[in-house]
Structure formats: structure tokens, C-alpha cells
């Protein structure tokens, strides 16, 4: 009992965030669901005076919902709390994983990208890390820690996978799973990004696992024009649906209303994801959120 080695115990509680996790233990039974439309013409706009110079890799809507995401879980501290076992922790650090197609084809293999935020970074940061994570992942004969582990386990025997598995199920259900076997691992972030758009389809709806500590799962729709209402009126704009699914117990719904209203602001002001993840709003502002 104690501390993990990716997050500090929380001892001193509220009675209702001690009680919740005895309640409704599992965090697929406590999920709230949100959908809101953003509208891009401030990031549209930001992206083409940043790839004015054309870099290598350009910077593209999909890093700045990532960068704006990462600066909101920064400065809103609620938001790296996860509960597992029946015990709440906060994370060590603020991540971010998503699943990397490397070939758009039926049998195009799939492989993970991780995230390892840090507090000064910058969305220049976040754009040089994904772009080093993807000159490795589209090579087609790389593997990555988690499916490499997975890849053994499937190869083995049913008579030792199966006692192996349900081992590595308990640990992990217990905080003592190996760190080196979940390091890679998408559901032991601080939130997992499903981009949709960029496979054409629209935002839905995606389950959280009680595999794992993640509380946040963000699905990302196709961009394109939409309409939003304006004094009245219906006017089309550059937009994107956003679908988030949060685990319930660590926040209340005020506490989620103010940080996605946060990450609205930041993608309605792109610029101020050129400063660092854990420069704050000024309180003018944030009151006003």
C-alpha cells in the first residue's frame, strides 16, 4: 500500500471521493460522456503562418488539439487523478498516447505512440517528439514495448498463456504490475486520443477500460465545414467534433465543464500554445472561462 511508481497515494480525502470507489468500483460503471464542436478558423489560421516556412513536418490540427489537451491536464490538476484498486492516485507526469496506422490498408499494421509530457514544454516540443516517434513507428518492422509483450504471450502455449495472463491481470489490477511491461501501454496514460478524421470517419463514443489508470479518452471526428450558430444565425465554419469520455469520480461536472472550456479557449488562441504547458491564464481570463 502506498505510492506507485507512476503516481503519489492519496490519503487525505473527501468522505465522497474516499466512499465512490467502494460504491462503483470499476471505472467502465463511471464514466460521463461530452461532445462539443470546436471551431478551427484561429488554429487554421495559426497553422498556415507556422508552416508559412515549410518545415519538414508540418504542424497540423491534430498536435494542437494534443498540446492543448496536455496544457489543460497540466494546469488542472484533478484531471491526472486516476483510481485504481480502489485507492486514488495522481500521476508523476501528464501523457498522451494514440494509436499510428503504419500503412492505410486492411492489412496495415498499427502500432503505439507515447507521450511523456513535461511541465515547460511548448507545442514546438510536442511537434518535434511526434514527429521522432513517427520516423520510427512507420517503419514497418518496427514493434513496439507493448505489442512486442503481447506478441510473446500470443506465441506461448494456451496451458502457460492463459495462468501467465491472468497473473499479469491481478498485478496489474493489484499496482504491482512491472513498469517495464505498461510503459508503452495506451491505457496507463494521462488521456488516449482516437483520431477518426484521419481515417474519414465522423466523432463517436469510446469506452474507458478498467484495464489500466486512464481517465480521460478524447475521439477526434473528420474536420471539415460545420454549422455554428452565430447572434441568431447559422453560419458554416472550419470545425471538428470532439467525444469526451471521463471517468466520473475524480472531478465533479463543474470542475470538467471549466477544463474543457479551457481547452476550448486555447484552441480559439492557438498562440498560447507557444508558451509553456504550465504558464497560467491570467485570472481575468480564467474567471471568465
Known amino acids: 500500500?502506498?505510492?506507485?511508481?507512476?503516481?503519489?497515494?492519496?490519503?487525505?480525502?473527501?468522505?465522497?471521493?474516499?466512499?465512490?470507489?467502494?460504491?462503483?468500483?470499476?471505472?467502465?460503471?463511471?464514466?460521463?460522456?461530452?461532445?462539443?464542436?470546436?471551431?478551427?478558423?484561429?488554429?487554421?489560421?495559426?497553422?498556415?503562418?507556422?508552416?508559412?516556412?515549410?518545415?519538414?513536418?508540418?504542424?497540423?490540427?491534430?498536435?494542437?488539439?494534443?498540446?492543448?489537451?496536455?496544457?489543460?491536464?497540466?494546469?488542472?490538476?484533478?484531471?491526472?487523478?486516476?483510481?485504481?484498486?480502489?485507492?486514488?492516485?495522481?500521476?508523476?507526469?501528464?501523457s498522451a498516447a494514440f494509436t499510428v496506422k503504419q500503412e492505410f490498408s486492411d492489412d496495415g499494421g498499427e502500432v503505439l505512440a507515447f507521450i511523456h509530457s513535461r511541465p515547460e514544454w511548448t507545442i514546438e516540443d510536442l511537434h518535434n517528439e511526434i514527429h521522432r516517434q513517427l520516423l520510427k513507428l512507420k517503419n514497418k518492422s518496427y514493434v513496439d514495448e507493448s505489442t512486442g509483450f503481447m506478441d510473446k504471450f500470443n506465441a506461448l502455449p494456451e496451458w502457460i498463456s492463459r495462468p501467465a495472463l491472468n497473473l499479469v491481470c491481478w498485478l496489474e489490477k493489484k499496482g504491482k504490475i512491472p513498469q517495464a511491461l505498461v510503459e508503452t501501454d495506451p491505457y496507463h496514460s494521462s488521456v488516449v486520443f482516437a483520431n477518426l478524421g484521419s481515417i474519414g470517419l465522423p466523432s463517436g463514443y469510446h469506452h474507458l477500460t478498467n484495464w489500466g489508470t486512464t481517465s480521460m479518452f478524447v475521439v477526434v471526428g473528420k474536420a471539415g465545414r460545420m454549422p455554428f450558430t452565430e447572434n441568431d444565425e447559422v453560419v458554416f465554419k472550419d470545425g471538428v467534433d470532439l467525444n469526451f469520455t471521463m471517468d466520473e469520480r475524480i472531478a465533479d461536472g463543474y470542475y470538467f465543464s471549466k477544463s474543457i472550456r479551457m481547452l476550448q479557449y486555447f484552441l480559439n488562441h492557438p498562440e498560447l500554445l507557444e508558451r509553456p504547458f504550465n504558464e497560467k491564464l491570467d485570472d481575468e481570463t480564467f474567471k471568465a472561462l
Open 1 to 94: 500500500m502506498g505510492n506507485r511508481f507512476d503516481a503519489e497515494y492519496l490519503k487525505k480525502l473527501d468522505s465522497m471521493h474516499y466512499i465512490m470507489p467502494f460504491m462503483y468500483p470499476d471505472r467502465c460503471d463511471n464514466e460521463a460522456f461530452f461532445t462539443f464542436r470546436i471551431d478551427l478558423t484561429e488554429v487554421n489560421r495559426w497553422l498556415e503562418k507556422k508552416n508559412a516556412d515549410h518545415p519538414e513536418y508540418k504542424y497540423n490540427m491534430f498536435q494542437c488539439l494534443i498540446a492543448a489537451t496536455l496544457k489543460t491536464i497540466t494546469l488542472r490538476s484533478k484531471l491526472s487523478l486516476f483510481i485504481h484498486n480502489r485507492r486514488m492516485y495522481r500521476r508523476n507526469e501528464v
